[in-house]
């Protein structure tokens, strides 16, 4: 029963201030919109400290939702401990940013309407996260994508944000349609989306399942939706359009983080379907490296951790893929905190330069913007995998499980984490060193963002730092505490590699992070090289910054076809052929009934006349015959 | 509970508006008989639920009969089952809410509302009959009021439309027509009488030729492919109540007459002929789909997008398994919901801005949010959120259609099920140039809706929602009519 309370807090919030909306005073929509998910949080954590002392799993069945012969879905919620470490994520960061957009959003005259959207979205999110069959995941996963259209084209009056929220829409449609397909063939084999009663059934099927391959293969075309994978994650970077807290809540730390949940969720098909898992792996890795390399010439601020996102995603379902499922959520874990909070921390920058974006026009805010400059920092240190810092240990264990599974690429994801690393303090000294170089009205308004702001920033930021330590490496002789938590629902490979292996990618990365940090400060900062305009730039820089000019290439594939197919579906076959027969036996019967008319004259002599024709006709008729 | 008071309230309705003095007393008085006929649907409903929780397992409830004309064995036969129920639901919500949008009729008011409670009192009258032959007869009266409606009250092409709309239901009905007249020969029973025709076995070669009259024939009302062309047209030169009407309740009477009739009656020749009403079904559902991108009028996009929404009622006919019988019903009664709320927002928004062009709207979300709000909600449930009734209906339809595993069903039901992305994609597309983006210029300040605007809007809303939060007091309904359909299929088969 208490189950049903997580998402109905939020649910609660989300129609007060939906309904109220602009006469609800403007102080109250704030806490009722981040209370409900406060409380939600307080749930949460009583669940998982039932789930640490020993509890094995909650379960609540509200109704049959739909049922109709062979097909029978409960509309059910579950909390296990998988469960239960999104449940802390979704609600815990969910609620820092919700108290975050107070002060962010205070000013837009659509403040409650906000509120209001992200309420929805953290309901849906709880939902998906919550539910116990893959019908209410679906539920949510829909719900979810519906509130990231909203929150996208939050700033409707700008048709280029309205263009992003339809793309975000549409590319997630297109992966739902493989997760739905996935779906039916799932309820085909197992006749039921229980989770547990599929897992159940799944596990006394053979490696090297051709169905349980398919529908692993159709799930996973969902998550590349979802979790902006290749090819469908042109849209992630163009969701950036949203305010920011948007951004770190939806684009960041939960939404997007679905897929590697629902992967990891399903994890006994996986483990069944090695050439899923490989496949999910391969399209982890190359997403991993292919956004990384766009994100070392993007000059928005924004659309720099975008990519950065996409990028670490690939992360995920790199280690989803080689089947350390407990290490995906570590990274899922670490991601959630230290990206929300970079997100967070350019939304206070943006929010200082008056809406500037380009890290071109910003340089040397460290002196302005003191708390969000160290807690940028912190969460710099943390992406990038500097030692102790969260991200350091969650994508450590990523690439040591990768090293057991596969040299070539071990090798690959290492390099993207350099890569990770050179455009992330390419971002930071940029924004926060050098001159200023925007304009004197900026200038002089500089401010460091208010206490209700930067408050969650340093408790995100301290996540950031120590967040990692749920899942220290073995070779600290303490327990990995996640592990060990998830073992029971979701554990996967071991954590065993050779600790000669781990002191050597320790000391390994070091050296190489603080040569980046060394070189990038001397390029950036010491040189004072640019970035250069737009028109400038040649060759791979242009490639790059133009994102392998993806966005052309699908508007030639798919947009440009799709309007002539039904244009000329349309007009010939409707218009032309169907239409034209229709009102040509419209015009059939007119014409017949024209012609017949004329021996409707009211002429009562016309008539005599036919009349006595006929009469004569008969009389022949009866002669001859 | 006699039905009989569904034909009456109606009439009677429908009468007196006829003696009314003014406009204010026509609306009133036309409220009035709406709400009367809601509530006592609602009352039929609970009934209902009683009567079978009382372990009453008549396959229909509340029959009633009496002969009508006696030469010809014709009777008025009433009785209702779950599906019918659902379908009176519909009927009775969409009527309310149609009263309601219409309140500012002004222009031969009179006229008007009589002929609204006609079509209605045509509705009710078709969903209770349990005889083939007053079944026809309550078709056609829920067909001439509507040429009168378009012709008279309509915009646009309106007599081009009304010509094409009486011309193809005319066909229809013609078509079904011939199809009741076999069935009455060639059964051997020489009854019109439904339950009396389910009982004996007309022969394989009679099915055969008269079940695809039957279907084409109800299947026009139900925009079957390739006869769904007057739907666009009709629904865009209709008034507000016209098309919602149209969308919500005239498409049902297709559907089910394609059920109740066709199916139930000669369930050898629907197996047979199932691979062509699905491959039917399947071209509406792609077909109309990508026909509604096309259009940049706001009746058009809902018009195309219904014959699309429509060919889902008849994959789950064609499926014929349980599971998607029961989803076309409850596509039957999702859809009609939806499609009358979309029409219904689309005559605030025309009222208010004078035109339907999406591109001549745009940010009208700032100036009527209540409208655009409802707009949007239409729009979701039409695309198939989780939460609205069309994800329950259309979810349901093709889990059913996958129970079923030959090839060229699965192919169907992937294509189907691929129409979900199209269906985003004009959804959005409308939706955001009507609702976002900077609002234009219009000549009159922008109102947002009126109070009875709101009530029409709750209430189809309300049972939208209900569908598709909780859809298992529907399943209920559905499911034992389904049941008794189902077993004709298998025990015939067999």
């Known amino acids: 029963m208490i189950l049903l309370l997580i998402p109905l807090f939020p649910l609660f919030g989300f129609l007060i201030n939906g309904w109220l909306n602009k006469s609800m005073p403007k102080g109250l929509v704030g806490w009722v919109a981040s209370l409900s998910v406060l409380a939600s949080f307080g749930i949460s954590v009583y669940l998982f400290i039932q789930l640490l002392s020993g509890a094995n799993e909650f379960q609540f069945t509200v109704f049959d939702w739909m049922a109709a012969g062979s097909f029978q879905v409960d509309f059910g919620f579950m909390v296990d401990r998988l469960t239960a470490i999104m449940l802390l994520v979704v609600t815990g960061v969910g609620f820092l940013i919700h108290v975050y957009s107070i002060g962010y959003m205070n000013d837009d005259e659509d403040y409650p309407r906000f509120m209001a959207y992200m309420n929805l979205f953290v309901f849906f999110m709880l939902l998906l996260v919550l539910g116990d069959n893959f019908i209410m995941m679906f539920a949510g996963w829909e719900g979810v994508g519906l509130c990231s259209y909203l929150l996208i084209g939050f700033w409707f009056k700008n048709d280029n944000y309205n263009e992003a929220a339809n793309k975000a829409f549409i590319m997630n449609r297109i992966g739902d349609l493989g997760f739905l397909l996935g779906l039916f063939l799932i309820y085909q084999t197992f006749g039921s989306f229980n989770f547990k009663e599929v897992m159940g059934m799944a596990s006394t099927y053979p490696r090297y399942d051709s169905t349980i391959t398919a529908i692993t293969l159709l799930l996973f075309v969902g998550a590349m939706g979802k979790s902006a994978q290749i090819p469908l994650y042109t849209w992630l970077p163009d969701a950036m359009a949203g305010p920011t807290p948007v951004s770190a809540l939806i684009h960041a730390a939960t939404m997007v983080t679905a897929g590697v949940y629902m992967v990891v969720r399903s994890n006994v098909l996986y483990a069944l379907a090695p050439f899923s898992s490989e496949f999910v792996a391969v399209i982890g890795l190359a997403t991993a490296l292919f956004a990384a390399t766009i994100g070392l010439k993007q000059n928005d601020i924004k659309k720099v951790l975008a990519y950065s996102t996409v990028s670490q995603l690939g992360y995920m379902f790199v280690a989803a893929g080689v089947g350390a499922y407990s290490t995906a959520i570590f990274h899922l874990v670490t991601h959630a905190f230290f990206k929300a909070l970079l997100f967070l921390c350019s939304g206070s920058v943006i929010h200082a330069m008056y809406g500037e974006q380009d890290i071109r026009n910003m340089g040397g805010l460290k002196k302005y913007l003191p708390i969000t400059h160290l807690t940028f920092l912190i969460g710099t240190l943390a992406i990038s995998g500097v030692p102790v810092f969260a991200g350091f240990f969650s994508k450590d264990e990523i690439l040591a499980m990768t090293y057991s599974h596969s040299f070539l690429m071990f090798t690959l994801l290492a390099f993207g984490s350099v890569i990770t690393a050179v455009y992330m303090f390419r971002l930071y000294w940029l924004t926060f060193y050098g001159e200023f170089r925007g304009t004197k009205h900026q200038l002089e308004h500089l401010h460091e963002s208010p206490k209700v702001m930067t408050v969650p920033l340093m408790v995100l930021a301290v996540l950031s730092a120590v967040g990692g330590f749920i899942g220290l490496p073995e070779i600290f002789h303490a327990p990995h505490f996640l592990y060990n938590f998830l073992e029971p629902v979701a554990a996967g490979a071991g954590h065993h590699v050779s600790h000669t292996f781990e002191y050597v990618l320790i000391f390994t990365s070091i050296v190489v992070l603080a040569i980046i940090i060394y070189s990038t400060r001397n390029y950036y900062v010491v040189k004072g090289t640019l970035p250069e305009s737009d028109a400038e730039e040649k060759g791979i820089a242009r490639i790059l910054s133009r994102k392998y000019f993806v966005d052309e290439l699908y508007a030639m594939l798919f947009r440009k076809p799709l309007d002539v197919i039904s244009g000329l579906g349309y007009r010939f076959v409707e218009l032309g052929i169907i239409t034209k027969t229709v009102d040509g036996i419209q015009e059939g019967i007119n014409t017949a009934a024209n012609g017949l008319r004329y021996l409707q004259t009211g002429r009562a002599g016309s008539y005599l006349f036919i009349m006595v024709i006929g009469f004569l006709a008969l009389m022949i008729y009866a002669i001859i015959l | ?494």
């Open chain 2, 1 to 494: 509970m006699n039905l009989t008071l569904l034909l009456i309230i109606p009439l009677l309705t429908a009468v007196g508006v006829l003696f009314c003095r003014n406009a204010q007393q026509v609306r009133w008085l036309s409220l009035a008989g709406a709400a009367v006929q809601f509530i006592l649907v609602m009352a039929l409903l609970f009934a209902f639920y009683a009567a079978r929780s009382n372990g009453n397992t008549d396959a229909f409830l509340f029959s009633e009969r009496c002969m009508w004309f006696a030469p010809l064995n014709i009777q008025f036969i009433t009785g209702a089952d779950g599906i019918s129920v659902s379908m009176l639901l519909l009927t009775a919500a969409v009527v309310l809410a149609g009263v309601l949008v219409s309140w500012k009729e002004e222009t031969m008011a009179k006229e008007f509302f009589f002929l609204l409670h006609l079509l209605a009192f045509g509705a009710y009258g078709f969903f209770i009959s349990l005889d083939v032959f007053t079944l026809f007869f309550f078709l056609e009266i829920a067909v001439i009021p509507k040429y009168l409606l378009i012709g008279i009250w309509g915009s646009g092409r309106k007599e081009y439309s009304a010509n094409k709309l009486a011309l193809m239901l005319m066909g229809g009905s013609a078509l079904v027509l011939i199809g009741m007249l076999g069935m009455y020969y060639q059964s051997g029973a020489n009854t019109f009488d439904l339950i009396r025709l389910s009982e004996v076995h007309i022969p394989y070669a009679t099915q055969l030729q008269f079940f695809p009259l039957l279907f084409l024939g109800f299947g026009v009302f139900t925009a079957i492919f390739p006869f769904h062309t007057w739907v666009p047209d009709g629904h865009s030169a209709a008034p507000t109540a016209g098309s919602m009407f149209l969308a919500g309740i005239s498409m049902k009477l297709g559907g089910y007459g394609c059920l109740r009739v066709a199916t139930y009656l000669m369930p050898d020749a629907a197996a047979y002929y199932a691979p062509y009403i699905i491959g039917l079904a399947t071209i509406a559902i792609i077909y109309g789909a990508f026909a509604t991108l096309m259009q940049t009028d706001l009746k058009y996009i809902n018009a195309y997008s219904s014959v699309s929404h429509c060919g889902f009622v008849l994959l789950g006919i064609g499926m014929l398994n349980q599971t998607a019988i029961t989803g076309a019903v409850m596509q039957m009664v999702s859809h009609g919901l939806m499609t009358a709320l979309f029409f219904a927002v689309i005559g605030m928004i025309y009222q208010r801005t004078h035109t339907r062009m999406v591109r001549q709207m745009g940010g009208l979300l700032k100036a009527m949010p209540f409208i655009m709000t409802v707009f949007f909600i239409a729009g979701l449930t039409s695309l198939g959120l989780p939460g609205f009734s069309g994800f329950v209906a259309e979810m349901t339809v093709l889990m059913g259609a996958w129970q079923n595993p030959k090839t060229m069903y699965r192919i169907a039901t992937i294509l189907a099920c691929a129409s979900i992305v199209v269906t985003a994609v004009y959804i959005l597309r409308a939706t955001g140039q009507v609702a976002m983006g900077p609002l234009k210029q219009h000549d009159e300040p922008l109102n947002d809706a009126r109070w009875y605007e709101k009530l029409a809007a709750f209430i189809l809303i309300a049972g939208i929602v209900a569908i598709g939060v909780a859809p298992f007091w529907l399943n209920d309904l559905i499911t034992p009519g389904a049941k008794i359909i189902m077993q004709k299929i298998v025990s015939l088969s067999r």
